[in-house]
């Protein structure tokens, strides 16, 4: 496993993951963009340019159970108020190797930088691409510490087809490297949408993007 984000989530998208020892490893940002938390099993990564002594202290006294302690609400809070950012949720975080074959959907990508899916994917992500496929819509773009990322869009009257899980899909052929996607744990319907199409939880992840 190696000692930088990139190289801890490169290893985890092969099934190699930190000790399940009950520890938490802090490592600097990739890019001042992205700060946050992995949760992976009995194993958290803290990536912050903040000073990791304050890590440790701030996560000794939330007094909560320890393998919890780095997504808890307090730890999280005592983060934003230090860093100046903001967090949405705590999500769940899956990854699937890139896969041969054409996408099962026909897609058409858009090139119109001002779209409103494209738009939105540009503040979390870089060189984002985006696709629309009767009703639904792909992106993908370099998210934290440079990984591809993926996300689906399904319009509400054409669900309950398996465009979600096609598009889902797709991403992992166009890749040509693994796929990352962030879920929210009630969206059952795109976890099960993305776990269909051959993704694996890895872990979970809060996200802290800058003002």
Do not use: K
């Amino acid at each position: 496993m190696g000692d930088t984000l990139r190289g801890i989530l490169d290893a985890a998208a092969r099934g190699v993951f930190p000790p399940p020892d009950g520890s938490t490893t802090v490592v600097p940002q990739h890019t001042p963009r992205d700060a946050g938390v992995l949760a992976f099993t009995a194993h958290s990564v803290v990536f912050t340019d903040e000073d990791p002594r304050w890590v440790r202290e701030t996560l000794a006294g939330v007094g909560c159970d320890a393998l919890a302690a780095a997504v808890n609400p307090r730890f999280l809070a005592a983060f934003m108020d230090r860093t100046g950012r903001s967090h949405d949720t705590v999500d769940l975080l899956l990854a699937a190797a890139p896969a041969p074959g054409r996408p099962a959907v026909d897609l058409a990508e858009i090139g119109d930088r001002g779209h409103p899916r494209a738009v939105r994917a540009r503040r979390h992500r870089d060189d984002v691409r985006v696709w629309a496929a009767g009703g639904g819509v792909l992106v993908l773009g370099r998210g934290v510490a440079g990984r591809l990322e993926a996300a689906v869009e399904v319009d509400e009257g054409v669900r309950h087809r398996g465009l979600g899980r096609a598009l889902a899909a797709a991403a992992r052929q166009l890749a040509g490297e693994p796929v990352w996607v962030q879920v929210a744990p009630g969206n059952a319907r795109g976890l099960r949408a993305f776990q269909a199409a051959g993704y694996r939880p890895v872990g979970a992840e809060a996200l802290l993007t800058a003002p």
